[in-house]
Nanobody, 125 residues
Framework: QVQLVESGGGLVQPGGSLRLSCAASGFTLDYYAIGWFRQAPGKEREGVSCISSSDGSTYYADSVKGRFTISRDNAKNTVYLQMNSLKPEDTAVYYC??????????????????WGQGTQVTVSS
């Protein structure tokens, strides 16, 4: 059974950090581009970051560039999203997704085949 499971969300103060994990089961992440998306209440889903399967190249939305870092550990079949300098506007449900074929330098939800259930990130004092 193909499954992606996110973890690591929670409540953090502005300026704090969290590391999200996306663990895959039922398939090997090596061959997939992995994207992170987020959706805040009343807003459309936003592509945050992605990492390619081929050369590990990464993409970040302008809203998170310089603060978030995506990485993958193929041995653990897991992708991470390190989030630093968090802001209240980062509050959202964060989802990871896997795509066999993904366009470079962007993260389009329509290209992703498998999705996790999401993890809540709340940035508040």
């Amino acid at each position: 059974q193909v499954q992606l499971v996110e973890s690591g969300g929670g409540l953090v103060q502005p300026g704090g950090s969290l590391r999200l994990s996306c663990a895959a089961s039922g398939f090997t992440l090596d061959y997939y581009a992995i994207g992170w998306f987020r959706q805040a209440p009343g807003k459309e889903r936003e592509g945050v970051s992605c990492i390619s399967s081929s050369d590990g190249s990464t993409y970040y939305a302008d809203s998170v560039k310089g603060r978030f870092t995506i990485s993958r550990d193929n041995a653990k079949n897991t992708v991470y999203l390190q989030m630093n300098s968090l802001k209240p506007e980062d509050t959202a449900v964060y989802y990871c997704a896997a795509a066999l074929v993904a366009s470079p330098n962007t993260v389009l939800s329509s290209e992703y085949d498998y999705w996790g259930q999401g993890t809540q990130v709340t940035v508040s004092s």
